[in-house]
């Protein structure tokens, strides 16, 4: 039986409480947490662990390179997850997820999947919220998040790391139902990916792409392609009409987009 938290924003309670539903859990109430970071925290690992097996919540970030920490424990198989969250003075707000997956199957923008599930949580849970393919969300249109995902294979092992950079508004993720909500999203999402079955995703949040249906120009390795943006297939790639065919691209960033400055 899983619950979520709300601490402060009392009015995202039905919204995340409904998101979580849709995620497949159940909606039996909520706890409240108070103001306490370490009541926060136990929480996210009590869920974490009954959905995604044993983890560990790591207090890494004054380390040197908390991403190299976090792929070493889950390459020696000591965890299934990691999840890594900032210094409590730190300017920035951003979190390291960790997944560990056995002979998983990644294929496609990993990027761009992950970016889209974020904005779906967002979405979800009341925020205007929508996605510019492959990396960026913004929330009432203002850039909020900048994703970065890194993969990293052995044999029969393929994990994912996933560190959203937040830009602005850090309070929407900062005690608060969201930061729950958006790390149990995100560790779902990345599970599926690593299953091979996260092609849903993109579907379902066609209505959040910023660049559908609009002229878009895109910086690819070697060049320029332009054209009308049509979404994202069922591997994140971008779509684009370019006048003389469709063009899939897999890797690269929107450098314009009609009607957006």
């Not at 919204?15 to 909606?27: C, H, T």
């Not at 937040?166 to 608060?176: G, M, T, Y």
């Not at 969201?178 to 849903?200: C, S």
Request: proline share 2%.
């Amino acid at each position: 039986m899983t619950r979520i938290l709300c601490v402060r924003d009392a009015g995202l309670v039905e919204e995340a409480l409904s998101a979580l539903g849709r995620l497949g859990l159940e909606r039996d109430g909520c706890i409240d947490l108070g103001s306490s970071d370490t009541r926060v925290e136990n929480v996210l690992r009590r869920v974490l662990e009954d959905t995604l097996g044993r983890g560990i919540l790591s207090g890494m970030a004054l380390e040197a390179d908390p991403t190299a920490r976090t792929r070493e424990i889950l390459l020696e198989g000591r965890a299934e997850w990691v999840l890594t969250l900032p210094p409590r003075s730190g300017s920035d707000l951003w979190f390291i997820l960790g997944l560990n997956g056995r002979r998983g199957v990644i294929r496609g923008s990993e990027t761009a999947i992950l970016t889209i599930a974020l904005a779906g949580a967002l979405y979800s849970a009341g925020w205007n919220a929508g996605f510019l393919w492959p990396d960026r969300i913004l929330v009432d249109g203002v850039e909020t998040v900048r994703m970065n995902v890194e993969v990293f294979v052995r044999p029969y092992n393929i994990g994912l790391l996933i560190y959203p950079l937040i830009i602005r508004e850090r309070d929407i993720f900062l005690h608060s139902s969201l930061l729950l909500l958006v790390v149990l999203h995100l560790a779902f999402v990345g599970k599926m990916m690593l299953e091979g079955k996260a092609e849903d995703l993109v579907f379902k949040a066609a209505r959040l792409d910023l660049a559908r249906g609009r002229r878009v120009v895109v910086e690819v390795e070697g060049g320029l392609v332009e054209g009308v943006a049509l979404g994202c297939d069922d591997d994140g790639r971008l779509i684009i009409e370019t006048g003389l065919g469709r063009a899939a691209i897999s890797s690269g960033r929107i450098a314009w987009l009609e009607g957006y400055h």
